[in-house]
């Protein structure tokens, strides 16, 4: 059974129909938020990073959000196969203690458990990643607005259900409640005070733009990771408005955006490894299946995703999600067990797309 699905957008299957994929043609790829889906394209990443594009040497933007700012912070350290493999490590064999009676843990714990695995992680090496020849990284993160500026016990659960009913309406509204923080590494070739230019534009959503360094590196990038009522919001990032950030999936869930391709006019293309094919705008767009669609926003975008009947195949018939922290519970050796089985699987994705990338076959590319 084939693994892996490829989607184009109509500009991008031209591309593809006259050119094929070359490493030279990647100008943006982003990383969508998800939590342990994202664990799926670990073999993407370590093929893409690792291997496929060592033979270009253009400016790539990446765009991450959640697990996907995890991946593409990751994406810029030295020697980034290696450090794929222990992030995946990591995250697999996380564990968290939980309270007698409790299904899951206290949002406390699991914040400071988590910002400690990222100081592990990361500590010592942020300036890798901000220094990083061809690789500018974006950090996605939701800045809280009024009742969501600070979190509160009360004020937090009615913030998001008004952010919830609001965004149902018209997801500009979400505006009103959320606004999108982007912290970017800092850009040698052309300094400005925000960092690197942002690779999107910017009308569809309330933005500001943040510079990365070094002191506000750690909590960006866990406030990105920051679920509401999973993890506690991060407060007052250095450099950065005073408020209450969280998880950058929140307004831009799959980061459906207008990506801008530099330099103008020289075909380049949007690369997105993603665990499904639909580009969801934002975390409360899920269950509005009518924003699920395409827009001309993704006309130079190529997705790679894997096949729901592949995904079928793998254990529970599903991809990993935060579920399996509840369904496992305490057996974090059976969670783990079952995730290392999905992700040994998923050395299948990579397989397949280097096979297509040797052997282009346009009937594999389906209309995204």
């Known amino acids: 059974m084939k693994a892996l699905r490829i989607h184009a957008g ?12 070359q490493p030279g043609d990647v100008r943006v790829i982003p990383a969508a938020a998800g939590g342990p889906k994202g664990l799926i394209l670990g073999p993407l990443d370590r093929f893409l990073f690792g291997d496929w594009l060592t033979g270009s040497s253009q400016p790539v933007h990446l765009v991450g959000a959640s697990i996907g700012a995890w991946r593409m912070a990751t994406a810029c350290l030295g020697s980034s196969v290696a450090a794929f493999e222990r992030l995946e490590h990591d995250y697999i064999h996380q564990s968290y203690e ?14 400071e458990r988590f910002g400690q695995n990222l100081q592990a992680f990361y500590g010592g090496r942020v300036a890798e990643v901000l220094s990083h020849p061809r690789f500018h990284l974006h950090i996605v993160t939701s800045r809280g607005r009024h009742v969501l500026a600070r979190e509160h016990r009360v004020g937090t659960p009615l913030g ?48 500001r733009q943040v510079q990365l360094t070094a ?28 408020g209450a950030y969280w998880d950058g999936g929140i307004t831009d869930y799959h980061l459906h955006m207008g990506y801008h391709l530099a330099p103008a006019g020289a075909g380049g293309l949007v690369l997105y490894p993603h665990f499904q094919h639909q580009v969801v705008p934002g975390w409360l767009d899920k269950g509005l299946k009518w ?15 894997p096949h729901p009947e ?3 195949t793998l ?15 305490t057996d974090s050796t059976g969670r783990a067990k079952a995730w290392l ?9 990579a397989d397949e797309l280097a096979e297509w990338l040797h052997r282009p076959d346009m009937g594999a590319v389906q209309a995204l």
């Open 291 to 305: 924003r699920h669609g395409s827009t001309a926003a993704l006309d130079s975008m190529v997705v790679l995703s």
């Open 160 to 207: 998001y259900l008004g952010a919830f009913l609001t965004n149902t309406v018209h997801r500009k509204a979400l505006g009103a409640w959320l606004e999108r923080v982007v912290f970017s590494s800092p850009d040698a070739a052309a300094p400005a005070p925000g960092g690197a230019a942002l690779p999107f534009g910017t009308a569809d959503f309330r933005t």
């Open 98 to 111: 939980l309270p007698p009676g409790k299904k899951r843990p206290p949002a406390s714990h699991v914040s």
């Open 310 to 312: 592949w995904v079928r």
């Open 315 to 329: 254990p529970h018939g599903k991809l990993p999600d935060r579920n399996d922290f509840t369904h496992y519970g």
């Open 215 to 242: 002191q506000n590196f750690m909590p960006a990038l866990q406030a990105s990771c920051s679920i509401p009522f999973v993890l506690q919001a991060v407060h007052d990032i250095p450099g950065a408005p005073r």
């Open 341 to 349: 089985a999905a992700t040994g699987a998923s050395q299948q994705l």
């Open 10 to 21: 109509p500009r991008a299957r031209q591309h593809l129909e006259q050119h094929g994929l």
